[in-house]
């Protein structure tokens, strides 16, 4: 059965920095877009970052441009999410997101990716 796995979330202070990571298992496709979403209780799943599965394409929300950094590593089926100066407002539940495609498909869509990890907590403190 194909899985995803997040890992790398903690608490930090406003301003620094952490890295999450999430692995895939068991895929039924050879080739796929991964994404990167976080929510917090009570709001709409939101879109981070996602990337294509060559890793030359990627999107990121506005909140996170210039912070954030996705990247992915085809050999270890692994994608990851650098996330820098971080802000309390970043606090949420991240969860990363497969997608079956290939070329330079991505999307900030929720509703084009097919298989859900369980998320990692990341909490920002003041």
């Known amino acids: 059965q194909a899985q995803l796995h997040e890992s790398g979330g903690g608490l930090v202070q406003a301003g620094g920095s952490l890295s999450l990571s999430c692995a895939a298992s068991?895929?039924?496709?050879?080739?796929?877009?991964m994404g990167w979403f976080r929510q917090t209780p009570g709001k709409a799943r939101e879109f981070v970052a996602a990337?294509?599965?060559?890793?030359?394409?990627?999107m990121y929300a506005d909140s996170v441009k210039g912070r954030f950094t996705v990247s992915r590593d085809n050999a270890k089926n692994t994608v990851s999410l650098q996330m820098s100066n971080l802000k309390p407002e970043d606090t949420a539940v991240y969860l990363c997101?497969?997608?079956?495609?290939?070329?330079?498909?991505?999307?900030?869509?929720?509703?084009?990716?097919?298989?859900w990890g369980q998320g990692t907590q990341v909490t920002v403190s003041s």
């Open positions: 997101a497969w997608a079956p495609a290939d070329g330079l498909f991505c999307s900030y869509d929720s509703q084009d990716y097919d298989l």
């Open positions: 068991q895929l039924t496709f050879e080739h796929y877009a």
């Open positions: 990337i294509t599965w060559s890793g030359e394409g990627t």
